[in-house]
Structures are given as C-alpha cells and as structure tokens.
C-alpha cells in the first residue's frame, strides 16, 4: 500500500506543479489581494468578495510550487517508513474525493 500511495501523491504533485506553472509564464512574482480584486501580475480581476480575493491570491503559483517541493521532501523522507506512515496518510487525505485516491489509504 505504502508504493501505491506514493505514487498517487507523487502524481498529484506533478499535477499541482505543472498547472502553478502554466498559471505563472513570465514568473512575475506573488499574487496580491487589493479588497475585491485580485492581482495576478498580468492582469487585475476585480468583483471577488474581499475573502476569497485573500484566498486566491494564497495560492499564486509561487507559493504552490514551494509547497509541492516541501511535500516532496517530505514524502522522500518517509517513503520507506513501515505501513502505516501518518505523515504519509496526511499527505493524502486532501485528494480523498480524487478518483484515483487509494481505496485504503
């Protein structure tokens, strides 16, 4: 099981990384939260509500791309670990709705 939940998160983090770059072609930089508008460096989104501006702008491809490389430390760490690995399981447990999740993870 410990292989077949490493290569699902394995996969899912090269999935969250290939989409923060394509998010990010001129790598200007982090996004930004102005009130109702987002900054995406290329261009300003207004109309969000101040809320969910912050929450997005969290997740500029930046920030993304240095979480995935954390988690992939992580998971380097404790893919050999003996079953059950918890930090492994918590690794996980966000893509539970993915169809591809294992079913006993």
Do not use: N
């Not at 900054?39 to 929450?55: E, M, Y």
């Not at 430390?73 to 996980?92: F, K, S, V, Y």
């Amino acid at each position: 099981m410990t292989e077949k939940l490493v290569k699902f998160l394995k996969a899912r983090l090269d999935e969250e990384a290939d989409l923060a770059r394509r998010c990010d072609g001129d790598g200007c930089g982090e996004w930004s939260a102005h009130g109702h508008t987002v900054d995406f460096c290329q261009v300003d989104l207004s109309g969000f509500h101040p809320t969910i501006a912050l929450h997005v702008a969290l997740h500029d491809p930046a920030r993304v791309l240095r979480e995935v490389e954390a988690k992939r430390r992580i998971l380097a760490r404790h893919a050999r670990d003996p079953w059950p690995c918890h930090d492994l399981r918590d690794l996980a447990s966000p893509y539970a709705d993915h169809p591809d999740f294992p079913a006993r993870a």
